[in-house]
């Protein structure tokens, strides 16, 4: 029987392999260029923190310290509630938003986590809205009152009185005053070309130009090699 895959032809592409010895090896300067580190067979794939979680975490847990210093009882609490989300494995950027959500409505609420009520929830949700928080901002605050009430105050079986009532979704009227992203704001197609081409260096040129084509958040386009 004849192979239907002439010989020198590799997997679904009909082009011939190049011999290894016409291949050009990049140059240590081509390298430079793109960016591209030298790896060993053998050393071991990290995905780079472009957001520096682990020092914006520190720096959280100081403000923790500081910010609630007057109170070591709410300071202790969010601590809990610290150690419990660590323990489930919750992402570092989870954490920190949990950290920032609780330290903000402690200083909206003006009383000790313990000491607050129904009412107080209320007139916080209030506060909320005329701020005009996203309904996202709005559900994943009522998310993080939910879980640290039930995790501190109710052994992370029953909701505490104060956060049991409320739902984490928000209702039609916030979010119809959402404002979205008109399509106007958009780049077109004509337009991505020219971004690519007033970059300032060919390494950015070729990360927007793969980025655009992948369609992948930038810590999905470093992992790329």
């Not at 979205?180 to 007033?198: M, S």
Request: with cysteine; charged share 30%.
């Amino acid at each position: 029987m004849i192979n239907p895959v002439p010989q020198g032809f590799v997997g679904s592409n009909p082009t011939s392999s190049i011999e290894s010895s016409v291949r050009c090896p990049k140059t240590e300067t081509e390298n430079l260029i793109l960016g591209i580190q030298h790896q060993t067979s053998d050393s071991k794939y990290q995905m780079r923190d472009l957001y520096n979680r682990k020092i914006r975490l520190e720096r959280w847990m100081q403000r923790i310290h500081t910010e609630l210093a007057d109170n070591e009882a709410d300071k202790q609490d969010v601590l809990k509630f610290v150690d419990y989300l660590q323990e489930k494995d919750k992402s570092i950027l989870w954490i920190i938003r949990c950290i920032t959500a609780l330290l903000q409505l402690r200083k909206e609420i003006k009383k000790s986590f313990s000491q607050v009520t129904k009412e107080d929830i209320k007139k916080l949700f209030e506060w909320m809205n005329d701020k005009e928080y996203k309904a996202s901002t709005h559900e994943k605050f009522r998310v993080i009152l939910k879980i640290f009430y039930k995790v501190v105050y109710g052994n992370n079986e029953i909701y505490a009185d104060c956060a049991k009532w409320f739902s984490v979704t928000v209702g039609k009227e916030i979010k119809s005053k959402e404002k979205t992203l008109d399509i106007k704001e958009y780049l077109e197609e004509e337009e991505i070309p020219i971004l690519i081409e007033n970059a300032p260096t060919l390494q950015k040129k070729a990360f927007l130009a793969t980025c655009y084509e992948a369609g992948a958040r930038p810590e999905e386009h470093l992992r790329l090699s």
